[in-house]
């Protein structure tokens, strides 16, 4: 069974840095694109950032870009987001999805964890000071 775990989330305080990371399992990790969507108090769900299957090509959104990371071990089966230079705008839930986002999605207009066939639960990332 196809299975998304995500972990590394927490409290930090404005200008810090977090790493999370999305174990998988159940598919052949490598021969996927994976998405990290977010889903901050009182919005809706936004694109953050996606990975081809053999990491050449990444996208971020326009507000990460240049803070975020998005990268991936295919022999560890682990999709990983480095979160620098993070603000209170960025405090939200934080999943990883199996596959590309819908065009309406990556820029900015409607995205929904029902988009993908599977998604991790989540980590929390909170920051504040």
């Known amino acids: 069974e196809v299975q998304l775990v995500e972990s590394g989330g927490g409290l930090v305080e404005p200008g810090g840095s977090l790493r999370l990371s999305c174990a998988a399992s159940?598919?052949?990790?490598?021969?996927?694109?994976m998405t990290w969507v977010r889903q901050a108090p009182g919005k809706g769900l936004e694109w953050v950032s996606h990975?081809?299957?053999?990491?050449?090509?990444?996208v971020y959104a326009d507000n990460v870009k240049g803070r975020f990371t998005i990268s991936r071990d295919n022999a560890k089966n682990t999709l990983y987001l480095l979160l620098n230079n993070l603000q209170t705008e960025d405090t939200a839930e934080y999943h990883c999805?199996?596959?590309?986002?819908?065009?309406?999605?990556?820029?900015?207009?409607?995205?929904?964890?029902?988009?993908?066939?599977?998604w991790g639960l989540g980590t929390q990332v909170n920051v504040s000071s």
């Open positions: 999805a199996r596959g590309v986002p819908r065009y309406e999605c990556s820029t900015g207009s409607a995205c929904s964890l029902t988009d993908f066939s599977y």
């Open positions: 990975i081809s299957g053999d990491g050449d090509r990444s």
């Open positions: 159940g598919f052949t990790f490598s021969k996927y694109y």
